[in-house]
């Protein structure tokens, strides 16, 4: 992991998928020295979140299914401004109900 981290982009954000944090240390210790410029994706339960408090920023879908995936993957790649809110609390990393909403 260190070869991968040094080859990295100082200044570009860094996408990591949350939910292999818990499955591979060397990935969370990854997320982790990244900083803010870990950007974490989070398909299925949003746990994962704590397992890099460092992160910059999270992108959620609660759901691994096709269309969650197609619909992040379009996030991905033409950004819109997003909106949504922690249906749950994500312990030491932020509370139920903290989010984005964006009134017209």
């Known amino acids: 992991m260190e070869g991968i981290a040094a080859s990295l982009d100082r200044d570009e954000?860094?996408?990591?998928?949350?939910?292999?944090?818990?499955?591979?240390?060397?990935?969370?210790?990854?997320?982790?020295s990244?900083?803010?410029?870990?950007?974490?994706?989070?398909?299925?339960?949003p746990y994962g979140l704590s397992l890099c408090p460092e992160a910059g920023a999270a992108i959620l879908t609660y759901s691994e299914v096709g269309a969650s995936l197609k619909a992040l993957g379009q996030f991905m790649a033409h950004p819109w401004p997003p909106t949504g809110r922690l249906p749950v609390e994500?312990?030491?990393?932020?509370?139920?109900?903290?989010?984005?909403?964006?009134?017209p």
């Open 34 to 45: 990244l900083g803010h410029r870990a950007v974490l994706l989070g398909t299925g339960s």
């Open 13 to 32: 954000p860094v996408f990591i998928w949350a939910g292999d944090l818990g499955q591979f240390p060397s990935w969370r210790d990854l997320a982790r």
């Open 90 to 103: 994500i312990p030491g990393v932020q509370p139920q109900g903290a989010g984005i909403s964006r009134v």
